[in-house]
Structures are given as structure tokens and as C-alpha cells.
């Protein structure tokens, strides 16, 4: 039985039927490509990674690459330690010597001074009351000031050594942590000095630095005890004490309020994060030597820690709760503290150029500086305090005896970000 054959006439709609079916299967496979580029999961077989929790929570932009992106030469002299961001101001506000300098966030240039502040550690600022302050190490006092004027209004006796200091203003009250003191030191920005507004938190071991959940919790870093404290500012008293281990003396700490987690640098190059709830350390990560300053920055969630070696540690956060190093950011030596513009997302950094120790003193000065060194290290070691073991051996990066110099006219403030 012969079969016809079909005509070529007859064999055309079949062709193109052929033709539009493939063209439409081009198309569906184009369409997925392209929905898969813009973040449209697949469908996979086998189970996939857990995503980040920030993924998760679709807060976090990709993390890009964090530099410096200014820096302000400032021609000025002096030790340095904390400085403080004030967003809406445009300002930044530094230790510096015996005075605070202010400058233009957003220039470098220098708008003002608070001098006569002996040992100054930080400055705290509260907008609303019109009013900053200063921790002054060397003599037991945080100096009140004038927002608009910067003249000096008052001073307040703390306990021993005042260090970091900020403004909670959830409870409304100037806190400082005075490290040989043992203790925070709390009054209200709108205080007269009068000995019934200062209030006196006796914590059993040496603050380093503090946040706020904004909710009436505060916590601390004690670096001599490798503990977290949580503080009520409700009644002022320790509620909670948590050990940080596998970290050793903290410096920095920093909260993601929202989601509860505290983030406390070490001086054994490890940064730890802890359950603000619960205490519980849920994972470390590695961080560069010498932390001093720990931030988080919510809208970019990441935390950061800033080291004297040179770097800035930033790290973000993936379920379950694991800590990872997302960028390993270089700065400059001894930029070791740091502030966070919320405004804009980037970290401001003091430093200076270094120079040589100073001269030796004379050989009964050097006499009994060799005592108190080795008892310093001594101290050190009885109590394994690993940030009192470089300080006692001097330098920074171990260079020579004792801090190193600070060329002059060499210090700078460092703006990073994106």
C-alpha cells in the first residue's frame, strides 16, 4: 500500500508552527535567565544553603567595598582617643591632648574648641539639652559645655579615671565609664552639678565602653573580668553578668537593637556575639590586633571593628546567628577608635603619623619607670589581661619602650565608607 506524499504547499503551516513553538521556548528560557540574574531563587533538587538571616530579613544591599574615602589633615598636635559624630550637626568631636576640637563633619574644618579638659578620654553630645561633655581622666571630672558657644558651663566629680563617655537618651542621663573606678558615673544633661543628681553604678570590674538597646537596658564591656554586664536604668542596677569567652578583654561593643545581638571586640583578636536576652555567646570571628572600637551600622548590617594595626574588621551576621568576616578594610596605624555617621553610613577614624619612643628619661626616673613596667606586666599577667600586657610592654605594634612619639602637626581624622 503506497502512502501519499504530502505536498510542500501542505508542509508550510507545519513549519511554522514549529518556528513560533521555538521562538516561545526561547523566550521562557530568557525569562528565567533573567528572572534568576535579578534574585528569583531556582528550584533545586537538593536542600540549598541557609540564607543569611539580614538576607532573610531583606534589610542588607550587597556589601561592596568599604576605603577611605578623605582625609582631613588637620596640622594639630596631641594624644587622641574616642571622638563622637553628631548626624545632624555636621560635626565631629575629638580627644584630643587637653582639649576637644570640633570640626566639620563634611569639610575637615576646624568650627571649635573645649579647652582646659586635663586627660580627656571622649566627648558625649546631647542636642536637645544644648549641651556636651567631656571625660577628663586625669582629674575625675566631666566638663559640661555649650553646643553653640563651646564654652565650659560646669564640671561634674566622677569615680576614678572616667574614659568613654555618651548620652543614653532613651534614659535621658550622661553615662561615663570610669575605668579604675569600677564604676559608671550617671547624671542628667541638664544637671547644676548638684550631688543628688549623680548616681554612682558599681559594676565589680573595669569599664571599657557601653551601649544602649534604647529600650532602658544599657551594657558593658568589662575588659579586666572578659565580662558583659547589663545594666537597668530603671533603678541603675547590674541585672545580668556574662562571661565572653573564648574572648578575651574587650574594648569595642556595639548592638543591633532590633534584633537583640551584641557585638564585643577583644583583645584577642576575636570579636564575640552574644544574645542581648540571654547572654549567650552564639559566634566569634577573627578581627585585626588591637581592637579599641566596635560599631553597627543597621541600614548596611554590618558590624565593624577598628584595630590599631591599620584595618577595620567588618563582619555581618548568617543564620544561624554565624559570625563572618564580609571585608578586611585598610586604614592607618593607630587608628584605633571610631564613630559611626548614621546620616551618611561612614566611620570616622583619628590617627597621626609615629615616630620613634621618646628619649629615655634620666637613670633614676628609668629606675623607677623599669619597676612600675614590670609591675605593670606583672599585674598583667596575675589577671591575664592581654590588652594590660601590650600596654605595660609599650608601643604601638611593640615598638620600643613606651608609646611611640606622634609627629607633630601629623594628626588627621579618616572618613571610610562606599
Known amino acids: ?92 568631636f575629638v580627644s584630643l591632648g587637653t582639649r576637644a576640637v570640633v570640626f566639620n563633619a563634611d569639610t575637615g574644618e576646624k568650627v571649635g574648641e573645649v579647652p582646659d579638659t586635663p586627660g580627656i578620654h571622649g566627648v558625649a ?16 571630672t566631666v566638663t559640661v559645655f555649650d553646643l553653640k558657644t563651646y564654652k565650659a558651663l560646669l564640671t561634674v566629680p566622677t569615680s576614678q579615671d572616667p574614659d568613654f563617655i555618651f ?66 536604668t530603671k533603678d541603675w542596677k547590674v541585672t545580668a553578668r556574662w562571661p565572653l569567652a573564648p574572648g578575651e578583654t574587650p574594648s569595642g561593643l556595639a548592638i543591633d537593637a532590633k534584633n537583640g545581638r551584641l557585638f564585643s571586640s577583644c583583645h584577642n583578636n576575636m570579636m564575640v556575639l552574644l544574645d542581648a536576652k540571654t547572654g549567650k555567646v552564639l559566634s566569634t570571628a577573627p578581627i585585626g590586633s588591637g581592637t579599641d572600637g566596635a560599631l553597627f551600622d543597621p541600614k548596611a548590617g554590618l558590624a565593624f571593628s577598628s584595630n590599631r594595626e591599620g584595618t577595620i574588621t567588618a563582619l555581618r551576621v548568617e543564620a544561624p546567628d554565624k559570625l563572618v568576616v564580609a571585608q578586611t578594610i585598610q586604614t592607618a596605624e593607630g587608628a584605633k577608635t571610631s564613630a559611626l555617621d548614621e546620616k551618611t ?41 592581654t590588652k594590660a600586657k601590650d600596654e605595660a610592654k609599650g608601643g604601638a605594634k611593640g615598638k620600643g619602650k613606651g608609646r611611640p612619639s606622634i609627629v607633630p602637626g601629623s594628626f588627621m581624622i579618616l572618613v571610610v565608607g562606599k
Not at 534589610?59 to 563622637?84: H, I, N, Q
Not at 553630645?125 to 575625675?140: H, I, L, Q
Not at 619597676?371 to 606583672?378: D, P
Open 1 to 92: 500500500m503506497s502512502i501519499p506524499r504530502r505536498s510542500a504547499s501542505s508542509s508550510v503551516p507545519l513549519i511554522c508552527l514549529a518556528a513560533c513553538l521555538g521562538l516561545a521556548a526561547a523566550i521562557v528560557m530568557l525569562s528565567s535567565a533573567r528572572s534568576a540574574d535579578e534574585g528569583a531563587a531556582p528550584k533545586v533538587a537538593s536542600a540549598a544553603a541557609p540564607a543569611s538571616a539580614a538576607a532573610q530579613a531583606g534589610a542588607v544591599a550587597p556589601t561592596g567595598e568599604y576605603k577611605v574615602l578623605k582625609t582631613f589633615k588637620t596640622g594639630l598636635d596631641g594624644r587622641f582617643d574616642f571622638l563622637s559624630v553628631d548626624s545632624e550637626s555636621r560635626r565631629v
Open 125 to 140: 553630645v546631647a542636642p536637645e539639652a544644648g549641651r556636651g561633655f567631656t571625660s577628663n581622666g586625669s582629674n575625675k
Open 167 to 232: 548620652y543614653d537618651a532613651a534614659s535621658q542621663r550622661v553615662v561615663a565609664c570610669c575605668n579604675k573606678g569600677n564604676a559608671l558615673t550617671v547624671f542628667p544633661p541638664t544637671t547644676q552639678g548638684d550631688a543628688k543628681d549623680i548616681v554612682t553604678v558599681e559594676l565589680g570590674g573595669a569599664p571599657e565602653l557601653a551601649v544602649s538597646d534604647g529600650q532602658g537596658m544599657i551594657y558593658v564591656n568589662l575588659e579586666d573580668k572578659s565580662e558583659v554586664v547589663r545594666v537597668d
Open 345 to 385: 553610613g561612614c566611620i570616622y577614624l583619628p590617627t597621626a603619623k609615629f615616630g620613634p619612643p621618646a628619649p629615655a628619661p634620666a637613670q633614676g626616673e628609668a629606675k623607677g619607670e623599669a619597676k612600675a613596667e614590670a609591675k605593670g606586666e606583672a599585674k598583667a599577667e596575675a589577671k591575664g589581661e
